[in-house]
């Protein structure tokens, strides 16, 4: 199976070889007969990548803004306890 890999620092893309997945009890193995990658949105992620912490909080005001509010409705520690690592040793 065919796999495109992206270094999102970089933007450089690359055409892998991987293993296909099998099918197993419990899961279901969809036959994919068509993919499209769209440059446009690929491009963005690079694009945001290649920012540091402050110009990606720039460039997603809205989603800046929702972290915040979030923050003072909780404090700091809502979301790290809330953190999927965290949500294993319960």
Known sequence: MKLIVQNYKTGHLALTEV???GASAGRLLVRTAFSVVSPATEGKKVITARKNL???ALSRPISCSKSF???DATGWRSPISASPTSWTSR
Do not use: F, N, S
């Open 19 to 21: 293993p296909a997945p």
């Open 54 to 56: 402050v110009g990606k």
């Open 69 to 71: 509010v979030q923050r």
